[in-house]
C-alpha cells in the first residue's frame, strides 16, 4: 500500500513540476527524485516520510509547515529559502492552484488522509500567542522566551557589537559590522546627543547603543531590559570598557521607569508592548523626558488599512512568528505611531523609513547563522536553530515584499517656542 501512495505522489508532483514549469525538483524518502531524472545536487525539496505529506493534506497551512521544517522532515537540499523562493512561479499562489488537476489533487490527497502524521512535532506544544497584556510578569515571560535562548547562540550571527535590530547600510556593498556601526551613529546624530546630556535607552538589548553614545558622545545612559541575560552579558562589557561610571543598566519592566533624561531611544521595543498598551508606553516616554528632550523610536510597523475594521487581524506568517519566535508582539502602521504620539503630548520632526535596510540586515543574519549551523544546533539543539534559520528568512522576504515596514521617528516633548533642532538634516550627514 505504501508502494501505491509513492507512486501516486510522484505522479503528482511529476504533474505539479510540468504544469508550473518548476525549476527546483524533490527529493523523496526512498531516494528518488521528481522528476525523475532530476540530479541530485540539485536544488530539491526534501520529503522525509509519508507522514509529511499526510500532515500537509490535513493541514495545509503555516503551523504544519514550520513543524515539519523544524523536525527537518521537510527541507531544502543543496539551496536556500532565497533559492527557492527565486525559482517559484511568479503567477500568485491561488492561481497556480487553478492550473492543477483537481482529480488528480484529490486522489492523491485522498491516498494520504488516514497515513499516520509521524513525528515528531516539536512546536506543537507551544500555545498560541495573544497580544501583550502589559503585566510586568507577562511582559518579562515573553521577553525571556526570545532573548534568553543562549548570548553564545546570538554570537555566531550577530555582529561584534550584538546589535539585534535594523541596521543602516550607507553603501549597499557595506558588510553588517559597518552597517550596524552606521546605525549606531546614525542614532546618536539624530538624538543630537552632547557631553554631559543623560540617555535613557527603553529595552537596551546587549547595551550596544547606550556603549556606544557614552564611548563617542560622552552621555551617561541609563537603561532597562528584561532579559537576565542580555543584562549580564551588557554589565560585563561595561565593566571590561571601563563605563561602569557612564553607562548603567537594569533589570526592570519599562512601567517602572523613574527619573527624568535629556533624551530618550526605544530600537525594537515598541514590537513587544501590545497595541492596547502603546498609549501607556509613550505616556512613560514623555514623563521621563525634560520639556524639549528629543525621542527617537524605531519600530516595524504593518502596512495601512483604508478601513479600521481587521487592522488587528495576523496574517498567516505573522500569527506563526508570535507563537513560535516573538510571543506578545504585536505591529502598529506607521500612521497610528504618529497620531499615538501626537496625542501624548510629542511634537514630530522626522519619519524615515529603512524597510530595504532591514531585508538586508535579515539576509546578513540568515546567512551568518546557516554558515554557523553546526555550531547553533550543538548551542541549542536543531529545532531551535532550524526554526530562527526560517525566521530571519522569512521576515527578510516580508520586507523586501513590503509586507512589513520599518521607521524611525524623531520626535520632541511639546514644547511652545523653538525646538532647538537644526534648520537642516545636513548635520547627519556629515
Known amino acids: 500500500m505504501s508502494k501505491k501512495r509513492l507512486e501516486a505522489l510522484r505522479r503528482f508532483l511529476d504533474h505539479v513540476h510540468r504544469v508550473l514549469a518548476l525549476e527546483f525538483g524533490f527529493l523523496l524518502w526512498d531516494g528518488s527524485t521528481v522528476p525523475e531524472t532530476w540530479e541530485r545536487?540539485?536544488?530539491?525539496?526534501?520529503?522525509?516520510?509519508?507522514?509529511?505529506?499526510?500532515?500537509?493534506?490535513?493541514?495545509?497551512?503555516l503551523r504544519t509547515f514550520a513543524n515539519l521544517w523544524a523536525a527537518a522532515r521537510l527541507d531544502i537540499r543543496n539551496g536556500t529559502i532565497f533559492d527557492l523562493v527565486a525559482r517559484r512561479p511568479s503567477v500568485r499562489t491561488r492561481d497556480l492552484r487553478k492550473t492543477l488537476k483537481k482529480s488528480l489533487l484529490l486522489r492523491t490527497a485522498l491516498r494520504f488522509l488516514f497515513v499516520a502524521r509521524g513525528g515528531p512535532w516539536p512546536l506543537e506544544d507551544i500555545r498560541a500567542s495573544r497580544a501583550s497584556g502589559g503585566d510586568a510578569a507577562e511582559n518579562k515571560k515573553n521577553i525571556s522566551y526570545h532573548y534568553d535562548v543562549s548570548n553564545a547562540f546570538y554570537e555566531l550571527w550577530l555582529d561584534?557589537?550584538?546589535?539585534y535590530s535594523c541596521s543602516y547600510f550607507t553603501n549597499w556593498?557595506?558588510?553588517?559590522?559597518?552597517?550596524?556601526?552606521?546605525?549606531?551613529?546614525?542614532?546618536?546624530?539624530?538624538?543630537?546627543?552632547?557631553?554631559?546630556?543623560?540617555?535613557?535607552?527603553?529595552?537596551?538589548?546587549?547595551?550596544?547603543?547606550?556603549?556606544?553614545?557614552?564611548?563617542?558622545?560622552?552621555?551617561?545612559?541609563y537603561g532597562v531590559t528584561l532579559s537576565e541575560q542580555q543584562l549580564s552579558y551588557a554589565r560585563e562589557k561595561i565593566e571590561r570598557l571601563g563605563l561602569e561610571d557612564r553607562v548603567r543598566i537594569e533589570l526592570k519592566n519599562y512601567a517602572a521607569i523613574d527619573g527624568v533624561f535629556d533624551k530618550a531611544v526605544s530600537i525594537g521595543m515598541a514590537e513587544h508592548v501590545g497595541l492596547d498598551n502603546l498609549p501607556a508606553y509613550f505616556e512613560m516616554v514623555h514623563r521621563a523626558l525634560r520639556p524639549g528632550g528629543?525621542?527617537?523610536h524605531h519600530a516595524i510597523t504593518r502596512p495601512g488599512?483604508?478601513?479600521?475594521?481587521g487592522t488587528?487581524?495576523?496574517?498567516?506568517?505573522?500569527?506563526?512568528?508570535?507563537?513560535?519566535?516573538?510571543?506578545?508582539?504585536?505591529?502598529?502602521?506607521?500612521?497610528?505611531?504618529?497620531?499615538?504620539?501626537?496625542?501624548s503630548g510629542f511634537e514630530i520632526h522626522d519619519v524615515e523609513g529603512w524597510r530595504e535596510h532591514y531585508q538586508r540586515t535579515c539576509?546578513?543574519?540568515?546567512?551568518?547563522?546557516?554558515?554557523?549551523?553546526?555550531?547553533?544546533?550543538?548551542?541549542?539543539?536543531?529545532?531551535?536553530?532550524?526554526?530562527?534559520?526560517?525566521?530571519?528568512?522569512?521576515?527578510?522576504?516580508?520586507?523586501?515584499?513590503?509586507?512589513v515596514g520599518i521607521y524611525q521617528t524623531l520626535a520632541s516633548k511639546r514644547v511652545k517656542g523653538a525646538s532647538g533642532l537644526p534648520p537642516?538634516?545636513?548635520?547627519?550627514?556629515?
Not at 556593498?173 to 551613529?185: P, S, V
Not at 488599512?305 to 475594521?309: D, G, N, T, Y
Open 41 to 61: 545536487d540539485g536544488l530539491c525539496v526534501f520529503i522525509a516520510d509519508e507522514g509529511v505529506v499526510a500532515g500537509l493534506v490535513r493541514q495545509p497551512n
Open 160 to 163: 561584534p557589537e550584538m546589535v
Open 173 to 221: 556593498e557595506n558588510g553588517l559590522a559597518q552597517a550596524q556601526l552606521d546605525k549606531l551613529e546614525m542614532c546618536c546624530r539624530k538624538l543630537r546627543l552632547q557631553p554631559g546630556e543623560t540617555l535613557l535607552d527603553v529595552g537596551c538589548g546587549w547595551g550596544a547603543f547606550l556603549i556606544h553614545a557614552a564611548k563617542h558622545y560622552g552621555v551617561r545612559g
Open 294 to 296: 528629543l525621542y527617537l
Open 305 to 309: 488599512k483604508s478601513r479600521q475594521a
Open 312 to 343: 488587528r487581524r495576523k496574517r498567516p506568517e505573522f500569527a506563526a512568528l508570535t507563537q513560535y519566535i516573538f510571543p506578545g508582539g504585536e505591529l502598529d502602521t506607521i500612521g497610528r505611531t504618529v497620531t499615538r504620539l501626537e496625542t
Open 363 to 403: 539576509r546578513n543574519w540568515h546567512d551568518r547563522l546557516l554558515s554557523r549551523m553546526e555550531a547553533a544546533i550543538a548551542e541549542v539543539g536543531s529545532v531551535k536553530a532550524r526554526i530562527w534559520l526560517l525566521y530571519l528568512a522569512g521576515c527578510s522576504l516580508a520586507f523586501e515584499r513590503n509586507s
Open 424 to 430: 537642516t538634516r545636513a548635520d547627519l550627514y556629515r
